[in-house]
């Protein structure tokens, strides 16, 4: 029983390591279906049912018994064995740290066998009428072991993991049925799907599935990758729905994860990640599960070739995605003006002190402002035909009609460039005629106080000017001819509901972010023909230009064949 107990620390350190060795023991059953109930974030109640092979009474009281695993028949098995859990320890750690019901039928039985165990001790073993398969209750977890009870985290923090343990499960095993049910309130209602594409439509909604790209499945060098990603622009701000799975079961490794950024590199905004659901299949011998026994982490004997395989699936969907439709129509435009230029110069130091020099002005980057916009006709076959209610845009590709977010598209602009300056990218500067003296409230002041050297490398000609002033010398060109102080208003409430005293990584992120949300276009949109053909010269410039920083879209394109379709005509 000491034994179980330590055990019990290494595979039981929370609920949903105990909910996760349960769904692993019926998977491996054989279940098709499964019943999760969770209470009290699992301190209460955390049962699995399962509708799997089941077990006789001998076996049932064997599974209670450390290293009593059923998985493996010889030591060579070990190497192989291609079920969840092979080390025959779940049950009996679960068991000696809680107050524990095993009630199990074989569908041949004419009756099953239930046994109740306390703390370690079975307490009663019984015949017992129940539907074939297994249920495993869980009630009072860790209630002999104060120390563990205490160590758990907030009720909110253990469900999320609980959660997150059931729909990793769910995406693991997208043919098996799963309800789940927290607190008496339905969490999910999964049907058996035939694809992962609709497990995750299922799961997180139509919504979230449209936002993926479907990998073409690549297979190579013995290992095959499938799967979904996300479409550029349609990321987040975490990682909650990045999952791996190796021979369908939920790994992490630093080989996965690089594949994934390394193919990802260029469409995404610090800070924002792609949700990934990806399968790969390869040989069992290949991969080393045993790293730590209720941990993912996994070794690979191969890893660059894991990391190869996964990330030229993810850019082949990215790929396809591209060709769809804005390569073309980019091609097009930028046959006639100067390419983008991505040339950032050197990063400089960011010195923080209180009297900045004013930036010094470097070259405008090309595309030109408006004023020295392109001609109407931005190419042969791409064309401004105008404004719709001066919020959007039309424009007529060589692959169809496009229709351009004005508001968007300036919002991703302005981001751009913003955060190439705060991230310490020279910005043309423009001076004002006189300078502007205004007061801020307190914190505001601080604010924009304890960000001069940002500030100044981004462009901005700032400086304390005693009490809670602020005396602005000079902007960044894109924001020429704003008012001054509404644009240091902006940056100051930005930077103070960003919560950070300084503007650094993510926090400079949100806080530009933020600012350029208010400081974009109004709705009125681009005044006349030049400026509305700069927008679009200026975003097609952008390394990101599907979506806004929020990750909304910023372009629509109508292909022709599907306008032909809609009008009849094929
Ligand atoms: P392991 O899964 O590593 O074998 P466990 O302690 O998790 O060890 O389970 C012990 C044994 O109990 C399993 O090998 C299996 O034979 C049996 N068992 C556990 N859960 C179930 C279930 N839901 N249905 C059928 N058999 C089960
Ligand atoms: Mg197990």
């Excluded at 969907?317 to 050197?346: G, I, K, N, Y």
């Excluded at 006349?528 to 629509?556: F, I, K, S």
Aim: aromatic share 4%.
């Amino acid at each position: 029983m000491v034994a179980s107990q330590v055990a019990a620390g290494e595979v039981v350190e929370r609920p949903a390591s105990v909910i996760k060795e349960l769904m692993e023991n019926s998977l491996d059953a054989g279940a098709k279906s499964l019943e999760i109930e969770v209470r009290g974030a699992g301190s209460v109640l955390l049962r699995v049912s399962d509708d799997g092979s089941g077990m006789d009474r001998e076996d049932a009281l064997l599974s209670l018994e450390r290293h009593a695993t059923s998985k493996i028949t010889s030591a060579a098995d070990l190497a192989t064995v291609r079920s969840m859990g092979f080390r025959g320890e779940a049950l009996p750690s679960i068991a000696s740290v809680s107050e524990f019901v095993l009630r199990t039928r074989q569908a041949s039985a004419s009756a099953g066998t239930e046994a109740v165990v306390k703390g370690g001790k079975i307490v009663a073993v019984r015949e017992a009428g129940c539907a074939p398969g297994t249920t495993v209750e869980v009630r009072s977890l860790f209630f002999n072991v104060p120390a563990r009870r205490k160590f758990l985290r907030s009720a909110a923090t253990e469900a999320a993991h609980l959660d997150r343990a059931v729909e990793t499960v769910a995406l693991a095993f997208p043919g098996v049925a799963l309800h789940y049910r927290r607190d008496g309130r339905a969490v999910h209602r999964l049907p058996a799907s035939a694809s992962l594409a609709s497990r995750v439509a299922d799961l997180y909604g139509a919504e979230e599935r449209a936002a993926l790209l479907e990998m073409p499945e690549v297979a190579g060098k013995g290992i095959r990758v499938s799967g979904l990603v996300s479409r550029p622009g349609a990321t987040r701000a975490d990682r909650g729905r990045q999952f791996f799975f190796v021979n369908g079961r939920a790994v992490e490794n630093v080989f996965l994860s690089t594949g994934l950024r390394e193919a990802y590199r260029q469409m995404l905004e610090p800070g924002r990640h792609p949700s990934l659901f990806v399968h790969i299949a390869m040989d069992p011998q290949a991969v080393d599960c045993n790293v730590h026994p209720a941990k993912r982490e996994v070794r690979f004997r191969h890893g660059a070739e894991v990391r190869d395989a996964l990330r030229s699936a993810v850019e082949a969907a990215l790929r396809q995605a591209r060709a769809d439709w804005l390569q073309p129509v980019r091609a097009h435009l930028t046959a006639r003006v100067p390419p983008p230029t991505d040339h950032v110069p050197p990063a400089r130091p960011l010195r923080v002190a209180h009297q900045p020099e004013l930036p010094r002005p470097v070259m405008p980057e090309s595309p030109p402002d408006p004023g020295t916009a392109a001609p109407r006709v931005l190419s042969e076959e791409f064309r401004l035909v105008g404004a719709l209610s001066r919020r959007y845009l039309l424009l007529e590709g060589g692959e169809g009609l496009v229709l351009l977010d004005q508001r968007a598209a300036h919002q991703r602009i302005l981001f751009e460039r913003l955060q190439r300056g705060v991230a310490g990218g020279g910005v043309a500067v423009q001076r004002l005629l006189a300078p502007a003296v205004f007061e801020l409230p307190a914190r505001e002041h601080e604010a924009v106080a304890g960000n001069l050297a940002v500030l100044a490398a981004a462009g901005f000609g700032v400086e304390v000017f005693g009490g809670r002033a602020l005396k602005v010398e000079a902007l960044p060109d894109f924001l020429a001819g704003r008012d001054p102080q509404r644009v240091m208003e902006e940056f100051a409430a930005a930077c103070v509901s960003g919560g950070a005293p300084r503007l650094r990584g993510q926090a400079a992120e949100e806080a530009v972010r933020r600012a350029v949300a208010r400081l974009a276009l109004d709705e009125g949109g681009a005044k006349d023909e030049r400026e509305q053909c700069a927008l679009v010269t200026q975003l097609l410039a952008c390394r990101l230009p599907y979506c806004d920083p929020d990750g909304r879209p910023v372009m629509l394109q109508f292909s022709w064949r599907e306008l032909d379709r809609k009008f009849g005509r094929d």
